[in-house]
C-alpha cells in the first residue's frame, strides 16, 4: 500500500514512475520501495522479457551464465537491489 508521506507521493506523482510502480506491484500488493528497487525491478522485468522470447544474445554466457538467467525468471533475489552480477553486461 502506498504510503502518505510526501517522498513516495512525489516520486509517484511522475507518470514515468507510476507506470514503473504499477509493472511491478506484487500479486500481495506489496511495492517496491524507492527508485532504486523500481529501476531494479524495471532491468530485471526487461531480461525476462527478453530471454522469455529467445533473444539469442542473452543465451550466449558472455553477457549472462545459466544461473543468472535461472535467478531473472524465477525471480528470486537477495535484495530489491540486486541485478545479475556474473556476466560482462552488468558488473
Same mark, same amino acid.
Given at each position: 500500500m502506498l504510503r502518505s508521506d510526501a517522498q513516495q507521493l512525489e516520486?509517484?506523482?511522475t507518470p514515468y514512475?507510476?507506470?514503473l510502480l504499477i509493472d511491478q506491484l506484487a500479486p500481495d500488493g /506489496?511495492?517496491?520501495q524507492g527508485?532504486?528497487?523500481l529501476?531494479?525491478?524495471f532491468a530485471r522485468n526487461a531480461l525476462a522479457r527478453e530471454i522469455d522470447a529467445h533473444n539469442h544474445l542473452l543465451f550466449?554466457?558472455?553477457l549472462f551464465d545459466r544461473r543468472?538467467? /535461472?535467478q531473472i525468471l524465477t525471480r528470486m533475489w537477495a535484495s530489491p537491489h540486486n541485478l545479475p552480477e556474473r556476466g560482462s553486461l552488468i558488473p
Open positions: 516520486l509517484f506523482s514512475f507510476l507506470r /506489496r511495492i517496491p527508485r532504486a528497487a529501476f531494479a525491478g550466449e554466457d558472455e543468472d538467467r /535461472r
